[in-house]
Protein backbone atom coordinates (compact mmCIF):
# COMPACT_ATOMS: atom_id res chain seq x y z
CA UNK A 1 0.00 0.00 0.00
CA UNK A 2 1.63 3.16 -0.76
CA UNK A 3 1.70 6.16 1.66
CA UNK A 4 -0.27 9.21 0.36
CA UNK A 5 2.28 12.55 -0.01
CA UNK A 6 2.92 15.05 2.48
CA UNK A 7 3.43 18.08 2.99
CA UNK A 8 6.91 19.02 5.27
CA UNK A 9 6.52 20.79 8.44
CA UNK A 10 8.56 22.02 10.81
CA UNK A 11 9.29 21.17 14.38
CA UNK A 12 6.96 23.73 15.89
CA UNK A 13 4.65 23.22 13.73
CA UNK A 14 4.48 19.72 14.71
CA UNK A 15 4.56 20.86 18.37
CA UNK A 16 1.40 22.83 17.70
CA UNK A 17 -0.61 20.18 16.08
CA UNK A 18 0.50 18.04 18.94
CA UNK A 19 -0.88 20.25 21.71
CA UNK A 20 -3.70 20.71 19.72
CA UNK A 21 -4.48 17.06 19.71
CA UNK A 22 -4.30 16.34 23.06
CA UNK A 23 -6.93 19.30 23.67
CA UNK A 24 -9.19 17.96 21.11
CA UNK A 25 -9.04 14.65 22.48
CA UNK A 26 -9.77 15.76 25.91
CA UNK A 27 -12.77 17.73 24.60
CA UNK A 28 -13.79 14.95 22.38
CA UNK A 29 -14.06 12.14 24.74
CA UNK A 30 -14.01 13.90 28.49
CA UNK A 31 -16.85 15.79 27.62
CA UNK A 32 -19.42 13.10 27.70
CA UNK A 33 -21.66 12.15 30.62
CA UNK A 34 -20.57 8.90 32.00
CA UNK A 35 -22.71 5.62 30.69
CA UNK A 36 -22.78 2.12 32.16
CA UNK A 37 -21.01 -0.50 30.23
CA UNK A 38 -22.77 -3.51 28.95
CA UNK A 39 -20.67 -6.58 27.85
CA UNK A 40 -19.78 -7.11 24.15
CA UNK A 41 -21.01 -10.01 22.54
CA UNK A 42 -17.71 -10.49 21.36
CA UNK A 43 -14.36 -10.95 23.99
CA UNK A 44 -12.21 -8.16 23.33
CA UNK A 45 -9.14 -8.92 20.94
CA UNK A 46 -6.36 -10.70 22.86
CA UNK A 47 -2.54 -8.74 22.89
CA UNK A 48 -1.30 -11.16 20.46
CA UNK A 49 -4.09 -10.00 17.63
CA UNK A 50 -2.15 -10.02 14.69
CA UNK A 51 -4.52 -6.78 13.04
CA UNK A 52 -2.63 -4.38 16.14
CA UNK A 53 0.71 -5.02 14.52
CA UNK A 54 2.08 -3.63 11.47
CA UNK A 55 0.43 -4.77 8.26
CA UNK A 56 1.20 -1.92 6.11
CA UNK A 57 1.95 1.87 5.62
CA UNK A 58 -0.94 4.61 7.01
CA UNK A 59 -1.57 7.53 5.65
CA UNK A 60 -0.26 9.72 8.98
CA UNK A 61 -0.22 13.22 7.65
CA UNK A 62 -2.17 15.08 10.36
CA UNK A 63 -5.11 17.71 9.09
CA UNK A 64 -5.10 21.28 9.59
CA UNK A 65 -5.64 21.36 13.49
CA UNK A 66 -4.79 25.57 14.11
CA UNK A 67 -7.60 27.85 14.34
CA UNK A 68 -8.32 30.91 11.23
CA UNK A 69 -7.81 34.13 12.82
CA UNK A 70 -11.26 35.03 14.28
CA UNK A 71 -12.50 31.45 14.52
CA UNK A 72 -13.24 29.73 17.27
CA UNK A 73 -12.35 26.00 15.76
CA UNK A 74 -10.27 24.10 13.63
CA UNK A 75 -10.10 24.78 9.87
CA UNK A 76 -8.44 24.03 6.66
CA UNK A 77 -5.22 26.86 6.03
CA UNK A 78 -4.21 27.08 9.15
CA UNK A 79 -0.27 27.62 9.75
CA UNK A 80 0.11 23.81 11.40
CA UNK A 81 -1.78 22.17 8.43
CA UNK A 82 0.17 18.97 7.08
CA UNK A 83 -3.43 18.14 4.80
CA UNK A 84 -6.24 20.21 4.29
CA UNK A 85 -9.32 18.75 5.71
CA UNK A 86 -11.93 18.03 3.22
CA UNK A 87 -15.22 16.49 2.77
CA UNK A 88 -16.08 12.57 2.57
CA UNK A 89 -17.40 10.84 -0.30
CA UNK A 90 -20.94 10.90 -0.43
CA UNK A 91 -20.89 6.85 -0.31
CA UNK A 92 -18.78 6.42 2.44
CA UNK A 93 -20.39 9.23 4.29
CA UNK A 94 -23.56 6.87 4.16
CA UNK A 95 -21.70 4.02 5.06
CA UNK A 96 -19.85 5.80 8.41
CA UNK A 97 -23.08 7.10 9.77
CA UNK A 98 -24.90 3.11 8.96
CA UNK A 99 -22.30 1.61 11.06
CA UNK A 100 -22.77 4.00 14.06
CA UNK A 101 -26.59 3.20 13.71
CA UNK A 102 -26.00 -0.89 13.58
CA UNK A 103 -23.58 -0.65 16.12
CA UNK A 104 -26.03 1.91 18.31
CA UNK A 105 -28.74 -1.01 17.66
CA UNK A 106 -26.33 -3.94 19.02
CA UNK A 107 -24.18 -2.62 21.60
CA UNK A 108 -25.85 0.78 22.76
CA UNK A 109 -23.16 1.22 25.68
CA UNK A 110 -20.46 1.31 23.21
CA UNK A 111 -21.57 4.68 22.01
CA UNK A 112 -18.74 4.75 18.61
CA UNK A 113 -19.27 7.91 16.84
CA UNK A 114 -19.43 7.73 13.14
CA UNK A 115 -16.80 10.29 12.79
CA UNK A 116 -14.23 7.67 14.62
CA UNK A 117 -14.89 5.46 11.97
CA UNK A 118 -14.86 7.92 9.26
CA UNK A 119 -10.96 8.37 10.93
CA UNK A 120 -10.07 4.85 10.11
CA UNK A 121 -11.45 5.09 7.31
CA UNK A 122 -9.43 7.98 6.17
CA UNK A 123 -6.30 6.91 7.50
CA UNK A 124 -6.67 3.21 6.21
CA UNK A 125 -7.56 4.16 2.57
CA UNK A 126 -8.80 7.92 2.63
CA UNK A 127 -12.06 6.70 2.26
CA UNK A 128 -11.54 4.16 -0.52
CA UNK A 129 -9.59 6.52 -2.94
CA UNK A 130 -6.75 4.06 -2.81
CA UNK A 131 -8.70 1.46 -5.07
CA UNK A 132 -9.74 4.11 -7.54
CA UNK A 133 -13.00 4.92 -5.30
CA UNK A 134 -16.38 3.97 -4.23
CA UNK A 135 -18.77 2.38 -6.49
CA UNK A 136 -22.48 3.08 -5.31
CA UNK A 137 -22.95 -0.36 -4.00
CA UNK A 138 -20.35 0.27 -1.35
CA UNK A 139 -17.22 -1.67 -3.20
CA UNK A 140 -14.35 -0.45 -4.60
CA UNK A 141 -13.26 0.07 -8.10
CA UNK A 142 -10.62 -1.83 -7.56
CA UNK A 143 -9.85 -3.90 -4.70
CA UNK A 144 -7.55 -2.39 -1.60
CA UNK A 145 -4.84 -5.17 -0.75
CA UNK A 146 -2.00 -4.51 1.67
CA UNK A 147 1.76 -6.02 1.37
CA UNK A 148 2.40 -9.83 2.12
CA UNK A 149 2.51 -10.47 5.62
CA UNK A 150 5.93 -12.10 5.48
CA UNK A 151 7.74 -11.04 8.80
CA UNK A 152 10.75 -8.23 6.85
CA UNK A 153 9.00 -4.94 6.91
CA UNK A 154 5.88 -5.50 8.07
CA UNK A 155 4.18 -8.50 10.37
CA UNK A 156 4.47 -12.18 9.92
CA UNK A 157 1.25 -13.83 9.33
CA UNK A 158 0.99 -16.95 7.30
CA UNK A 159 -2.72 -17.35 5.27
CA UNK A 160 -5.48 -17.85 7.31
CA UNK A 161 -8.50 -17.66 4.56
CA UNK A 162 -6.68 -19.93 1.93
CA UNK A 163 -6.37 -16.84 -0.24
CA UNK A 164 -9.98 -16.08 -0.16
CA UNK A 165 -9.75 -12.08 0.28
CA UNK A 166 -6.61 -11.58 -0.49
CA UNK A 167 -5.25 -13.84 -3.23
CA UNK A 168 -2.32 -15.32 -1.24
CA UNK A 169 -2.17 -18.62 0.22
CA UNK A 170 1.51 -18.28 1.69
CA UNK A 171 1.11 -15.15 3.85
CA UNK A 172 -1.92 -12.69 4.55
CA UNK A 173 -2.31 -9.41 3.43
CA UNK A 174 -4.93 -6.32 4.68
CA UNK A 175 -8.02 -5.99 2.60
CA UNK A 176 -10.38 -3.61 1.59
CA UNK A 177 -10.76 0.23 2.41
CA UNK A 178 -10.86 -0.12 6.26
CA UNK A 179 -7.73 -2.56 6.36
CA UNK A 180 -8.90 -5.84 7.53
CA UNK A 181 -6.26 -8.60 8.06
CA UNK A 182 -8.51 -12.01 7.50
CA UNK A 183 -8.07 -13.64 10.47
CA UNK A 184 -9.63 -10.49 12.41
CA UNK A 185 -12.44 -10.11 9.37
CA UNK A 186 -13.14 -13.52 10.09
CA UNK A 187 -13.54 -12.88 13.89
CA UNK A 188 -15.38 -9.57 13.41
CA UNK A 189 -17.16 -9.33 10.06
CA UNK A 190 -20.47 -7.51 9.52
CA UNK A 191 -23.39 -7.32 6.95
CA UNK A 192 -23.40 -3.28 7.20
CA UNK A 193 -25.79 -3.89 4.10
CA UNK A 194 -27.88 -6.51 5.22
CA UNK A 195 -27.77 -7.88 2.08
CA UNK A 196 -26.65 -11.88 3.47
CA UNK A 197 -23.06 -11.09 2.33
CA UNK A 198 -19.83 -9.92 4.75
CA UNK A 199 -17.53 -8.37 2.40
CA UNK A 200 -14.22 -6.18 3.81
CA UNK A 201 -14.03 -5.05 0.22
CA UNK A 202 -17.22 -3.23 0.65
CA UNK A 203 -17.68 -0.37 3.13
CA UNK A 204 -20.89 -0.86 4.34
CA UNK A 205 -19.71 -4.35 5.86
CA UNK A 206 -16.28 -2.89 6.48
CA UNK A 207 -17.27 -0.42 8.36
CA UNK A 208 -19.99 -1.91 10.61
CA UNK A 209 -17.34 -4.84 10.88
CA UNK A 210 -15.30 -1.68 11.97
CA UNK A 211 -17.69 -0.58 15.05
CA UNK A 212 -18.13 -4.42 15.92
CA UNK A 213 -14.24 -4.86 16.51
CA UNK A 214 -14.25 -1.02 18.43
CA UNK A 215 -17.04 -2.36 20.66
CA UNK A 216 -15.72 -5.72 21.46
CA UNK A 217 -14.62 -6.71 24.97
CA UNK A 218 -17.80 -4.12 26.43
CA UNK A 219 -15.96 -1.07 25.90
CA UNK A 220 -17.57 2.33 26.36
CA UNK A 221 -15.92 5.19 23.70
CA UNK A 222 -17.73 7.72 25.35
CA UNK A 223 -14.66 7.41 27.75
CA UNK A 224 -11.01 8.05 26.99
CA UNK A 225 -9.14 5.23 28.22
CA UNK A 226 -11.72 2.90 26.39
CA UNK A 227 -11.44 4.95 22.80
CA UNK A 228 -7.55 4.97 22.91
CA UNK A 229 -7.52 1.28 24.04
CA UNK A 230 -10.29 0.54 20.92
CA UNK A 231 -8.30 2.47 18.37
CA UNK A 232 -4.87 0.39 19.39
CA UNK A 233 -6.27 -2.55 18.27
CA UNK A 234 -5.85 -1.41 15.17
CA UNK A 235 -2.62 -0.32 15.06
CA UNK A 236 -0.60 -0.38 18.29
CA UNK A 237 1.13 3.10 17.42
CA UNK A 238 0.62 6.20 19.29
CA UNK A 239 1.09 7.92 15.98
CA UNK A 240 -1.38 5.92 14.49
CA UNK A 241 -4.04 6.91 17.74
CA UNK A 242 -3.10 10.55 17.45
CA UNK A 243 -3.56 10.86 13.91
CA UNK A 244 -7.32 8.79 14.30
CA UNK A 245 -8.11 11.10 16.96
CA UNK A 246 -6.92 14.31 15.26
CA UNK A 247 -9.17 13.55 12.26
CA UNK A 248 -12.49 12.53 14.58
CA UNK A 249 -11.94 15.57 15.61
CA UNK A 250 -11.46 17.57 12.80
CA UNK A 251 -14.76 15.69 11.57
CA UNK A 252 -16.76 16.68 14.53
CA UNK A 253 -15.98 20.39 13.83
CA UNK A 254 -17.82 19.81 10.68
CA UNK A 255 -15.39 19.08 7.98
CA UNK A 256 -16.88 15.92 7.48
CA UNK A 257 -19.31 17.21 4.86
CA UNK A 258 -20.67 14.77 1.94
CA UNK A 259 -18.95 15.54 -1.04
CA UNK A 260 -19.61 13.83 -4.49
CA UNK A 261 -18.16 10.51 -5.40
CA UNK A 262 -15.15 10.36 -7.48
CA UNK A 263 -15.89 9.41 -11.05
CA UNK A 264 -13.47 6.74 -11.03
CA UNK A 265 -10.29 6.06 -12.75
CA UNK A 266 -6.74 4.98 -11.97
CA UNK A 267 -6.12 3.66 -8.50
CA UNK A 268 -3.65 5.46 -6.10
CA UNK A 269 -3.11 1.93 -3.98
CA UNK A 270 -2.49 -1.46 -4.57
CA UNK A 271 -4.45 -3.38 -7.84
CA UNK A 272 -6.20 -6.43 -7.12
CA UNK A 273 -3.49 -9.70 -6.28
CA UNK A 274 -3.13 -11.52 -9.47
CA UNK A 275 -6.36 -14.23 -9.66
CA UNK A 276 -8.78 -11.89 -7.53
CA UNK A 277 -12.34 -12.64 -9.45
CA UNK A 278 -14.73 -9.45 -9.30
CA UNK A 279 -16.61 -8.89 -6.38
CA UNK A 280 -20.51 -9.25 -6.29
CA UNK A 281 -22.59 -6.19 -6.15
CA UNK A 282 -26.20 -5.38 -4.53
CA UNK A 283 -27.72 -2.40 -6.09
CA UNK A 284 -28.51 0.18 -3.92
CA UNK A 285 -29.70 3.97 -4.65
CA UNK A 286 -27.45 6.27 -5.24
CA UNK A 287 -26.75 9.56 -4.28
CA UNK A 288 -25.42 11.83 -0.86
CA UNK A 289 -25.77 10.35 2.01
CA UNK A 290 -27.60 7.10 1.06
CA UNK A 291 -28.11 4.03 3.03
CA UNK A 292 -28.09 1.05 1.30
CA UNK A 293 -31.85 -0.39 1.87
CA UNK A 294 -32.16 -3.24 4.46
CA UNK A 295 -33.91 -6.34 3.26
CA UNK A 296 -36.73 -6.19 6.12
CA UNK A 297 -39.29 -3.76 5.83
CA UNK A 298 -38.53 -0.27 6.68
CA UNK A 299 -40.70 3.02 8.07
CA UNK A 300 -36.94 4.73 8.79
CA UNK A 301 -36.51 7.41 6.35
CA UNK A 302 -33.41 8.07 4.60
CA UNK A 303 -31.06 10.60 6.14
CA UNK A 304 -29.87 13.83 3.93
CA UNK A 305 -26.31 14.82 4.31
CA UNK A 306 -26.99 17.67 6.65
CA UNK A 307 -29.28 14.99 8.88
CA UNK A 308 -32.41 15.80 9.18
CA UNK A 309 -34.77 13.24 7.55
CA UNK A 310 -37.35 13.42 4.38
CA UNK A 311 -40.91 13.55 5.30
CA UNK A 312 -43.06 10.29 5.35
CA UNK A 313 -46.01 9.79 2.15
CA UNK A 314 -48.05 12.26 3.90
CA UNK A 315 -45.72 14.82 4.57
CA UNK A 316 -44.95 14.10 7.85
CA UNK A 317 -40.84 13.70 9.17
CA UNK A 318 -40.71 10.15 11.05
CA UNK A 319 -39.13 10.05 14.36
CA UNK A 320 -36.96 7.21 14.55
CA UNK A 321 -36.68 7.28 18.22
CA UNK A 322 -40.58 6.21 18.50
CA UNK A 323 -41.59 2.86 18.32
CA UNK A 324 -44.80 4.48 16.80
CA UNK A 325 -45.90 7.31 14.35
CA UNK A 326 -49.26 9.39 14.72
CA UNK A 327 -51.30 6.72 13.31
CA UNK A 328 -50.14 4.46 16.09
CA UNK A 329 -48.71 2.03 13.25
CA UNK A 330 -45.84 0.00 15.20
CA UNK A 331 -42.37 1.09 13.74
CA UNK A 332 -39.86 -1.49 12.21
CA UNK A 333 -36.20 -1.07 10.57
CA UNK A 334 -34.19 0.81 12.94
CA UNK A 335 -36.35 -0.66 16.27
CA UNK A 336 -36.44 -4.19 14.92
CA UNK A 337 -34.67 -6.50 17.48
CA UNK A 338 -31.64 -7.42 16.27
CA UNK A 339 -31.21 -11.20 15.98
CA UNK A 340 -28.81 -12.86 18.76
CA UNK A 341 -25.48 -13.45 16.93
CA UNK A 342 -23.81 -17.13 16.55
CA UNK A 343 -22.41 -18.58 19.32
CA UNK A 344 -18.42 -17.96 19.21
CA UNK A 345 -15.83 -20.38 20.35
CA UNK A 346 -13.43 -18.40 22.29
CA UNK A 347 -11.22 -21.36 24.31
CA UNK A 348 -9.89 -24.77 23.65
CA UNK A 349 -10.10 -27.96 25.44
CA UNK A 350 -8.23 -30.73 25.50
CA UNK A 351 -9.85 -34.05 25.07
CA UNK A 352 -7.97 -36.85 26.90
CA UNK A 353 -4.83 -37.27 29.06
CA UNK A 354 -3.96 -40.09 26.03
CA UNK A 355 -0.31 -40.81 25.68
CA UNK A 356 0.72 -39.94 22.30
CA UNK A 357 3.38 -42.91 21.40
CA UNK A 358 4.52 -44.76 18.46
CA UNK A 359 7.65 -46.42 17.55
CA UNK A 360 9.57 -45.54 14.17
CA UNK A 361 8.01 -46.02 10.71
CA UNK A 362 4.29 -46.76 12.65
CA UNK A 363 1.37 -45.04 12.76
CA UNK A 364 0.14 -43.41 16.17
CA UNK A 365 -2.91 -45.28 18.17
CA UNK A 366 -4.43 -42.13 19.32
CA UNK A 367 -4.71 -38.47 18.02
CA UNK A 368 -5.05 -34.84 18.70
CA UNK A 369 -8.72 -34.05 20.10
CA UNK A 370 -10.04 -30.86 21.77
CA UNK A 371 -13.60 -29.30 22.18
CA UNK A 372 -14.61 -25.76 21.29
CA UNK A 373 -16.01 -24.06 23.58
CA UNK A 374 -18.09 -20.56 24.67
CA UNK A 375 -17.26 -18.17 27.24
CA UNK A 376 -19.91 -20.39 29.37
CA UNK A 377 -18.69 -23.79 28.22
CA UNK A 378 -21.02 -24.99 25.37
CA UNK A 379 -19.57 -26.61 22.36
CA UNK A 380 -19.65 -24.84 18.93
CA UNK A 381 -20.20 -27.31 16.39
CA UNK A 382 -18.09 -25.77 12.99
CA UNK A 383 -15.37 -23.87 14.85
CA UNK A 384 -12.58 -24.05 12.40
CA UNK A 385 -9.51 -25.70 14.73
CA UNK A 386 -5.67 -25.79 13.33
CA UNK A 387 -3.51 -28.56 14.18
CA UNK A 388 0.03 -27.97 13.72
CA UNK A 389 3.03 -30.83 14.49
CA UNK A 390 6.10 -29.11 15.33
CA UNK A 391 8.98 -31.18 14.88
CA UNK A 392 7.93 -32.17 11.31
CA UNK A 393 11.46 -34.53 11.57
CA UNK A 394 9.71 -36.85 13.64
CA UNK A 395 6.02 -37.07 12.45
CA UNK A 396 3.46 -35.88 9.79
CA UNK A 397 0.04 -35.95 9.50
CA UNK A 398 -1.01 -39.20 7.30
CA UNK A 399 -1.55 -37.16 3.80
CA UNK A 400 2.33 -35.93 4.71
CA UNK A 401 1.96 -32.50 5.70
CA UNK A 402 2.27 -30.89 9.27
CA UNK A 403 -0.62 -28.37 9.26
CA UNK A 404 -4.33 -29.54 9.17
CA UNK A 405 -7.21 -27.44 9.57
CA UNK A 406 -10.54 -29.39 10.76
CA UNK A 407 -14.01 -28.74 11.55
CA UNK A 408 -15.55 -29.04 15.33
CA UNK A 409 -18.58 -31.50 15.44
CA UNK A 410 -21.97 -31.10 16.28
CA UNK A 411 -20.11 -31.44 19.90
CA UNK A 412 -17.61 -29.22 19.22
CA UNK A 413 -15.03 -31.62 19.03
CA UNK A 414 -12.28 -31.63 16.28
CA UNK A 415 -10.03 -34.26 15.19
CA UNK A 416 -6.62 -34.53 14.07
CA UNK A 417 -5.75 -36.82 11.33
CA UNK A 418 -3.36 -39.94 12.01
CA UNK A 419 -0.15 -39.40 12.87
CA UNK A 420 2.53 -40.98 11.02
CA UNK A 421 6.46 -41.52 12.75
CA UNK A 422 9.33 -40.59 10.51
CA UNK A 423 12.46 -42.54 10.73
CA UNK A 424 13.41 -40.59 13.32
CA UNK A 425 13.40 -41.09 17.31
CA UNK A 426 12.21 -38.33 20.18
CA UNK A 427 10.01 -35.67 21.25
CA UNK A 428 7.68 -33.40 19.31
CA UNK A 429 4.06 -31.68 20.16
CA UNK A 430 1.60 -30.60 18.19
CA UNK A 431 -0.48 -27.27 18.82
CA UNK A 432 -4.30 -27.05 18.34
CA UNK A 433 -5.59 -23.40 17.83
CA UNK A 434 -8.74 -22.05 16.99
CA UNK A 435 -8.33 -20.82 13.60
CA UNK A 436 -8.49 -16.57 12.92
CA UNK A 437 -8.59 -16.42 16.93
CA UNK A 438 -6.43 -14.97 19.32
CA UNK A 439 -6.68 -17.87 22.08
CA UNK A 440 -4.31 -19.82 24.47
CA UNK A 441 -3.06 -22.94 21.95
CA UNK A 442 -3.61 -26.35 23.65
CA UNK A 443 0.04 -28.89 23.16
CA UNK A 444 0.00 -32.49 22.59
CA UNK A 445 3.60 -33.93 23.76
CA UNK A 446 4.44 -36.85 21.68
CA UNK A 447 7.19 -39.49 21.22
CA UNK A 448 9.02 -41.50 18.21
CA UNK A 449 10.61 -44.54 19.67
CA UNK A 450 13.04 -46.92 18.44
CA UNK A 451 11.34 -49.75 16.73
CA UNK A 452 11.05 -52.78 19.11
CA UNK A 453 13.80 -56.30 18.10
CA UNK A 454 11.73 -59.00 16.15
CA UNK A 455 10.72 -61.91 17.35
CA UNK A 456 10.65 -65.37 16.69
CA UNK A 457 7.34 -67.63 17.62
CA UNK A 458 8.73 -70.94 16.49
CA UNK A 459 11.65 -72.45 14.68
CA UNK A 460 12.24 -75.44 12.67
CA UNK A 461 15.60 -77.67 12.29
CA UNK A 462 17.78 -77.48 8.78
CA UNK A 463 19.88 -80.31 7.62
CA UNK A 464 18.32 -83.09 9.56
CA UNK A 465 20.02 -84.49 13.25
CA UNK A 466 23.81 -83.67 14.16
CA UNK A 467 25.76 -86.60 13.99
CA UNK A 468 29.83 -86.62 13.84
CA UNK A 469 32.52 -88.31 14.35
CA UNK A 470 35.37 -87.95 16.88
CA UNK A 471 37.45 -85.19 16.45
CA UNK A 472 35.68 -83.74 13.17
CA UNK A 473 35.73 -80.40 12.37
CA UNK A 474 32.52 -78.96 10.35
CA UNK A 475 32.06 -75.76 8.50
CA UNK A 476 29.56 -72.15 8.74
CA UNK A 477 26.38 -74.28 8.19
CA UNK A 478 22.41 -73.36 8.68
CA UNK A 479 21.01 -75.05 11.44
CA UNK A 480 17.32 -73.58 12.13
CA UNK A 481 15.01 -71.18 10.54
CA UNK A 482 12.85 -68.51 12.50
CA UNK A 483 9.17 -68.19 11.86
CA UNK A 484 7.42 -64.89 13.43
CA UNK A 485 3.64 -65.29 14.49
CA UNK A 486 1.91 -64.99 11.18
CA UNK A 487 4.12 -67.57 9.81
CA UNK A 488 6.57 -65.42 8.00
CA UNK A 489 10.27 -65.76 8.42
CA UNK A 490 11.70 -63.15 10.35
CA UNK A 491 15.31 -61.46 10.45
CA UNK A 492 17.01 -60.07 13.08
CA UNK A 493 16.34 -62.38 15.92
CA UNK A 494 18.88 -63.05 18.39
CA UNK A 495 19.62 -66.63 19.15
CA UNK A 496 21.89 -68.09 21.96
CA UNK A 497 23.38 -71.59 21.25
CA UNK A 498 24.42 -74.14 23.74
CA UNK A 499 26.15 -76.71 23.51
CA UNK A 500 24.21 -78.63 26.65
CA UNK A 501 25.07 -82.74 28.09
CA UNK A 502 21.96 -84.47 29.88
CA UNK A 503 19.80 -81.17 29.91
CA UNK A 504 23.11 -79.08 31.70
CA UNK A 505 25.86 -76.82 29.69
CA UNK A 506 28.58 -79.28 28.65
CA UNK A 507 31.97 -79.35 30.04
CA UNK A 508 33.62 -81.37 27.37
CA UNK A 509 32.94 -82.41 24.17
CA UNK A 510 31.25 -80.55 21.05
CA UNK A 511 32.27 -76.77 20.95
CA UNK A 512 30.97 -74.41 18.87
CA UNK A 513 33.39 -71.28 16.65
CA UNK A 514 32.96 -67.78 17.88
CA UNK A 515 35.27 -65.91 15.94
CA UNK A 516 38.63 -67.45 16.54
CA UNK A 517 37.61 -69.06 19.76
CA UNK A 518 36.12 -72.76 20.87
CA UNK A 519 33.01 -71.76 23.33
CA UNK A 520 30.15 -73.53 24.12
CA UNK A 521 27.93 -71.00 24.22
CA UNK A 522 27.07 -67.89 21.20
CA UNK A 523 24.90 -65.46 20.45
CA UNK A 524 23.95 -65.04 16.95
CA UNK A 525 21.20 -63.39 14.82
CA UNK A 526 19.09 -64.61 11.77
CA UNK A 527 19.61 -63.70 8.62
CA UNK A 528 18.10 -63.24 5.94
CA UNK A 529 15.07 -65.88 5.23
CA UNK A 530 15.19 -66.20 9.34
CA UNK A 531 18.31 -68.57 9.01
CA UNK A 532 20.59 -69.29 11.89
CA UNK A 533 23.57 -69.99 11.54
CA UNK A 534 26.80 -70.72 13.37
CA UNK A 535 30.18 -70.56 12.07
CA UNK A 536 31.49 -73.37 12.79
CA UNK A 537 31.87 -76.74 15.47
CA UNK A 538 34.76 -78.68 16.57
CA UNK A 539 32.70 -82.29 17.47
CA UNK A 540 35.73 -83.46 19.98
CA UNK A 541 37.17 -86.29 21.34
CA UNK A 542 33.90 -87.23 23.45
CA UNK A 543 31.59 -89.45 22.16
CA UNK A 544 27.86 -89.58 23.63
CA UNK A 545 24.60 -87.72 22.81
CA UNK A 546 24.44 -84.32 23.17
CA UNK A 547 21.85 -80.88 22.62
CA UNK A 548 22.02 -77.85 20.73
CA UNK A 549 19.57 -75.21 22.81
CA UNK A 550 18.18 -72.39 20.57
CA UNK A 551 16.77 -69.54 23.25
CA UNK A 552 15.52 -66.25 22.65
CA UNK A 553 14.60 -63.83 25.61
CA UNK A 554 10.52 -64.35 25.21
CA UNK A 555 10.35 -67.84 24.22
CA UNK A 556 11.03 -71.01 25.57
CA UNK A 557 14.32 -73.03 24.39
CA UNK A 558 14.38 -75.25 21.16
CA UNK A 559 16.57 -78.23 21.11
CA UNK A 560 18.39 -80.31 18.70
CA UNK A 561 20.25 -83.41 18.57
CA UNK A 562 23.63 -83.42 18.38
CA UNK A 563 25.46 -86.86 18.73
CA UNK A 564 29.48 -87.33 18.41
CA UNK A 565 30.01 -91.26 17.09
CA UNK A 566 32.25 -93.55 15.33
CA UNK A 567 29.54 -95.41 13.96
CA UNK A 568 28.36 -92.46 11.09
CA UNK A 569 29.13 -89.31 10.02
CA UNK A 570 26.79 -86.39 9.76
CA UNK A 571 23.99 -86.51 7.00
CA UNK A 572 23.57 -82.81 4.73
CA UNK A 573 20.40 -84.28 3.54
CA UNK A 574 17.99 -80.74 4.41
CA UNK A 575 14.65 -81.05 5.91
CA UNK A 576 12.38 -78.78 7.22
CA UNK A 577 10.62 -80.16 10.35
CA UNK A 578 9.34 -77.91 13.19
CA UNK A 579 10.81 -78.20 16.72
CA UNK A 580 8.53 -77.98 19.92
CA UNK A 581 10.02 -75.88 22.73
CA UNK A 582 11.96 -78.32 25.66
CA UNK A 583 11.83 -81.26 23.25
CA UNK A 584 14.75 -82.67 20.83
CA UNK A 585 14.30 -82.42 17.25
CA UNK A 586 12.65 -85.77 15.53
CA UNK A 587 15.53 -88.46 14.96
CA UNK A 588 16.08 -90.85 12.15
CA UNK A 589 17.14 -94.66 13.35
CA UNK A 590 20.76 -94.88 13.17
CA UNK A 591 21.77 -97.19 10.15
CA UNK A 592 22.41 -100.65 11.46
CA UNK A 593 26.37 -101.96 11.26
CA UNK A 594 27.36 -103.31 7.79
CA UNK A 595 27.39 -107.22 7.56
CA UNK A 596 30.83 -108.53 6.60
CA UNK A 597 30.90 -111.38 5.59
CA UNK A 598 33.19 -114.18 6.59
CA UNK A 599 36.10 -115.75 4.92
CA UNK A 600 35.56 -119.48 4.25
CA UNK A 601 38.24 -122.27 3.31
Not at 460 to 465: I, R, S
Request: glycine letters at 12%; hydrophobic letters at 30%.
Amino acid sequence: MKILRTRAASVSRQGLCTALLVASLTAAVGASPPHPTASSEDPAPGPGNPQTLPHGSPNLALPDLVPPPGTGKPGPGGPGSKEEVKGIPATALAAYKNAERYAKERWPDCHVPWELIAAIGKVESDHGAMGGGLRPDGSTEKAIIGPPLTGEKFALVRDTDGGRWDGDTQYDHAVGPMQFIPSTWASYSADGRNAGQNDPNNIFDAAAGTARYLCAGGLDLSKQADLEKAVLRYNSSRQYLNTVVAWMTAYRNGEGGAIPDPSGGPSTGTTPYPGTTPRPTVPVPTGPGTVPPRTTPSTTTPERPDGTRKPDDRGRPKDPDKSRDRDGDKGQGEHKKPKPPAPRAVRLDRMDGAELTAHVGETFEHKARVRALTADGKGVPGTRVRFKIVGADKALFKDGTDTFVASAGKDGIATSPAIRAGDKTGEFYILATLEGRDAKAVEFDATVTPAPAPKAARFTAMGGDLRYKPGESVPRRAIAKAYDAKGRPVDGVKVTVTVKKDGHPADNGPSLKDKDKLVRTVTVTTREGGLVFIDGLAAGNQEGAFTLELSTDDKEPVTLSLEVTVKSGATDKPTDKPTTPGKPADKKPAPGPTSTPKSTR
